[in-house]
């Protein structure tokens, strides 16, 4: 079933301060305007919201004590460095936060050691990328707290190592080629299915992203979007093969992806509809495995790692390096094996190496 754009609760007002921090009110009418403190998409914001709404009393704001782990969150959260990170990757490191400071949020913040954080790394070492979410937000942020936030002097994350992935657990499934040619037969050109595919494949664009694309973001054949998750401004050429498909349609007034009724996708309904359209195609993969086919295809045709950051949008060249090492050794196996094909064995001449008896 497609999905239709989020509504927005009732009477929840959003606003961006000077400081390009984004806080929420509740305004009914021309009423006054109940402001919510916790971070937009949390269960305290949500239960904030319903108070406003029904004009019971804001929770009671339990007292913090200073210098303690939720204490400097709590100040992190206000500061112009979380304000600068998108709205997708503050809701998952609120998530991280929520539960440090549900274990540990009591303890002063002066007081952790690499030690401890090694031990909540370990203790989600069931789920890797769990654990990496984990070590990545706790970097961040004791990073701040050692530099502009000026409370602790060592960062205690420095030299914990993220944990190793085994190739089960890469994360999102990396299309191959069978399969792309698998859903390209399934959804022919002129299928709302065929024209997502092309977009995801074609232009490396996060979901979040792709959903987002219009005519307005075309220039000089490119199309240049500034990405959701880093706020980097992309160029990314049109390939023949999406400009093909975005001329087959169909596509949206306001966006290239539109559900049925023409409306832009919200991009968690879009990530749905494109799993199941997937499925029919007998496909395992999802969006972001298409994003990774691309990088595949892009590294194994010899993009360079400033190449690939340049179009896939990374702010550092790990995951470029990532591919390209990849493609590299598989350059670099298929060429060995060439040479070792075309090695040939020395034929010994008959009777050669046969000991002569004694006369």
């Not at 949500?46 to 969150?73: H, N, Q």
């Not at 007034?253 to 509809?273: H, R, Y």
């Not at 997937?278 to 590294?299: D, I, N, T």
Request: hydrophobic share 40%; aromatic share 8%; charged share 30%.
């Amino acid at each position: 079933m497609d999905g239709m754009p989020r509504p927005r609760p009732p009477h929840l007002v959003q606003q961006v301060t000077r400081h390009g921090a984004v806080v929420w009110y509740v305004r009914k009418g021309k009423g006054p305007r109940t402001r919510l403190k916790s971070a937009y998409g949390s269960d305290e914001f949500w239960r904030e919201y319903r108070a406003a709404i029904e004009g019971a009393p804001a929770p009671a704001e339990r007292k913090v004590t200073r210098m303690t782990l939720e204490w400097a969150l709590d100040r992190y959260r206000a500061s112009s460095a979380w304000a600068a990170l998108s709205p997708a990757t503050r809701l998952q490191r609120e998530a991280v936060y929520r539960a440090v400071i549900a274990t540990s949020g009591t303890e002063l913040v002066s007081e952790f050691a690499p030690a401890d954080i090694v031990a909540g790394r370990e203790r989600r070492k069931d789920t890797p990328h769990a654990a990496n979410t984990f070590l990545k937000a706790m970097r961040v942020f004791f990073g701040w707290a050692a530099g502009d936030g000026g409370l602790i002097d060592q960062d205690p994350t420095k030299g914990v190592s993220r944990l190793k992935l085994g190739r089960d657990q890469e994360g999102f499934h990396t299309w191959t080629e069978e399969e792309l040619a698998r859903f390209e037969e399934r959804w022919p050109l002129g299928t709302r299915e065929r024209l997502a595919f092309d977009v995801l494949l074609y232009t490396g664009l996060r979901r979040g992203d792709a959903v987002k694309l219009g005519k307005q973001h075309i220039r000089d054949g490119m199309f240049v979007i500034r990405m959701e998750k880093t706020r980097d401004e992309v160029f990314i050429p049109i390939l023949p093969q999406l400009a093909v498909s975005m001329a087959a349609g169909p596509t949206g007034d306001l966006a290239i992806l539109a559900t049925l009724s023409g409306q832009p996708w919200v991009k968690e309904s879009f990530g749905n509809w494109f799993r199941e359209a997937c499925r029919e195609a007998k496909c395992p993969g999802a969006a972001h495995g298409l994003r990774k086919a691309g990088a595949v295809r892009a590294a194994e045709a010899g993009a360079s790692n400033q190449e690939m950051m340049a179009l896939f949008g990374w702010t550092s060249g790990r995951m470029a390096d990532h591919y390209t090492k990849k493609a590299n050794q598989k350059r670099l196996a298929k060429a060995a094996a060439e040479r070792l094909s075309n090695v040939t064995r020395p034929h010994l001449v008959s009777g050669e190496g046969q000991k002569t008896k004694n006369r």
